[in-house]
């Protein structure tokens, strides 16, 4: 669900000067002596594959039950090729493999299978009653794109929903709340060209669906022809992002896109920070809704708050740009900022106006942070600037601490990033084995709520000594040992940030992209690799082959978009020059394009 290989180099110099000062709290009130709990490991496993992986963000895997869902690779290839882009592994790399969400509780796992005729399934969310929505194929080849369908599902009981469409081949479903209420996106019949601004798959409009009670409702949009809702709290309330024009702009290449709140059957405009673009991330029950809107000119995009009315700029760490990731029921906030000078990032607290920079874990320059509990623990990943070296961390109580030194050594299971906690301090992320196979994993606190976990170690110690104790190996950009072929954006690709929307980012195993410095030299008028390409290439995968799809335009810090056009990129023929070139969004990236094969 994200961009292909997005890697970090360095934040490009894009942006003018700060345009609203924050109230900071750098390093705030770090105490790296605070006692920690160890934690009991537990590797998801998968069901037959090679990997399983959590969707990182607009997701939860993780109830308070202690239950954990994850998409897993079963030991079976899919025959469908190109697969839905709603399956990109992560960074937009397809695994070739089956998956099937794997459902673990106490111990047992348990494949929730997929629909009838279909091969696929994955998972976006978990409630407190064990429900589960996602997307699965159906068996059908969507014959306007060429790809398999994928439309929302719920698996509930024991059975499997098909949850329909407003009349058209494609939707997904984002969010159940313990209602039942199960939000997302659906297509209609009629053709369109911007589904994929709000993130959504197929050729025909995608609007923001709610489906309750067996029906499906059409939310409609905030005045153009597409939206898409991401969330749903318990009173019923609905976050999500609409077009609200067709009238693509020049700063963007799509129509101007605003977050919405969408309550008792009206949709609220949340406005902007001054940009056509914006979007949201997390609403809590009380109605707040957080994520990221461009400033004017849509070269630079800051965290925002919307609370009853009011948007709040949350300003930076510093540099020029942030994003929030999630907000509990207290109000508080978490994600990523630019430090001053825009060449690294670093995960975000913020409440009451205050915004704290967490820092950094295993010496790492880099972080992010994926979501924060009811207590306001934090849990993120720390990383160097080639997207190298992750560490999952734990922040909480002012100290933040690398989560591989509070799980028993030895483990072959290296954590990468923690992306959920429930309110019994359960942990569910992404780590890596050895071999550079990814694993989904939970992290079960040795505390008083859990006595009596096997192996578990019941001592306290606190960051420094951990680190002494066990320190954490580096895992320097491994390779996936499953065949990838390289796929466009999924439902999650507004979330652009140097690691893969779906799981953190690694080497494609051609050859490594050339510096951001670098130029590119090429027969199509010699543009530079530090500049964004005037029109869009095609999409370069395994053996140096086209993928079928095309790197259009990007700008500012927008997701670029990567439309399948099998007619101007023929999947499978050969790249006249394969080169590692921007990405044109922000944070930059590198993505590998055929610069002599233009397509739009």
């Not at 395994?542 to 997701?559: E, F, I, P, R």
């Amino acid at each position: 669900m994200k961009s292909k290989i997005l890697r970090f180099t360095t934040l490009l110099s894009l942006f003018a000067t700060l345009a609203i000062p924050v109230q900071l709290a750098a390093q705030h009130k770090q105490d790296h002596h605070h006692m920690h709990h160890h934690y009991q490991l537990v590797d998801l496993g998968t069901l037959g594959g090679p990997q399983s992986i959590i969707f990182e963000q607009a997701t939860r895997p993780l109830n308070n039950q202690g239950t954990v869902v994850s998409c897993a690779d079963t030991s079976n290839l899919d025959p469908n090729n190109p697969q839905n882009p709603y399956f990109g592994y992560p960074d937009s790399i397809v695994d070739l493999y089956i998956q099937h969400i794997s459902q673990w509780r106490d111990g047992v796992q348990t494949d929730l299978g997929a629909l009838p005729g279909g091969t696929s399934s994955c998972t976006q969310w978990i409630n407190e009653r064990g429900e589960v929505v996602g997307g699965a194929t159906n068996g059908v080849i969507d014959a306007l794109t060429g790809y398999p369908e994928v439309v929302a599902t719920l698996w509930k009981d024991g059975t499997i929903y098909d949850l329909g469409t407003l009349g058209g081949n494609e939707s997904a479903a984002y969010t159940i709340n313990d209602r039942g209420r199960v939000v997302g996106w659906a297509s209609n019949t009629i053709p369109d060209p911007f589904a994929f601004a709000v993130f959504a798959e197929g050729a025909t409009q995608a609007h923001a669906a709610l489906w309750r009670n067996g029906m499906i409702q059409d939310l409609g949009t905030l005045g153009g022809p597409d939206s898409a809702a991401y969330f749903v709290n318990e009173r019923g309330q609905i976050a999500g992002q609409s077009l609200t024009n067709s009238i693509p702009n020049a700063t963007t290449g799509f129509p101007t896109q605003d977050p919405f709140l969408w309550e008792k059957g009206r949709m609220t405009d949340l406005g902007s920070l001054g940009g056509t673009n914006g979007y949201s991330n997390s609403i809590n029950n009380r109605g707040q809704v957080v994520g990221q809107s461009d400033l004017a000119g849509d070269q630079i995009a800051h965290a925002f708050l919307w609370d009853r009315g009011v948007l709040e700029d949350l300003g930076t760490l510093g540099g020029q740009y942030s994003s929030a990731y999630w907000i509990n029921d207290a109000g508080e906030v978490t994600g990523y900022s630019a430090l001053p000078g825009d060449q690294v990032f670093h995960p975000f607290f913020w409440k009451n106006g205050v915004m704290s920079d967490l820092g950094t874990v295993g010496g790492q320059p880099s972080g992010y942070a994926i979501g924060i509990s009811s207590a306001g623990q934090v849990v993120g990943a720390s990383y160097d600037c080639n997207l190298s070296g992750y560490h999952a961390f734990l922040w909480e109580n002012g100290s933040i601490v690398d989560l591989n030194n509070l799980i028993p050594p030895g483990s072959d299971l290296y954590l990468g990033q923690a992306i959920s906690m429930n309110d019994r301090g359960e942990i569910a992320g992404e780590g890596l084995l050895s071999n550079g196979d990814r694993r989904a994993y939970l992290l079960i606190p040795c505390d008083e709520n859990h006595p009596g976990v096997e192996g578990c170690d019941y001592t306290l110690v606190d960051a420094v000594a951990a680190a002494r104790e066990n320190p954490a190996s580096v895992v320097q950009r491994p390779t996936t040992t499953a065949p990838n072929t390289a796929v466009p954006n999924g439902p999650g690709r507004r979330m652009l940030r140097p690691f893969g929307r779906r799981g953190m980012s690694f080497n494609s195993g051609r050859t490594e992209p050339p510096e951001s410095n670098s130029t590119i030299e090429d027969d199509v008028g010699g543009w530079q690799a530090n500049r964004r390409p005037p029109v869009g290439y095609c999409d370069v995968g395994s053996n140096d082959t086209l993928t079928g799809y095309c790197h259009t335009k990007g700008s500012g810090n927008h997701s670029c978009g990567l439309p399948y056009r099998p007619t101007s990129c023929p999947p499978g023929q050969r790249a006249k020059k394969p080169e590692w070139v921007e990405s044109g969004c922000l944070p930059p990236g590198m993505y590998e394009a055929d610069v002599l094969t233009t397509c739009q």
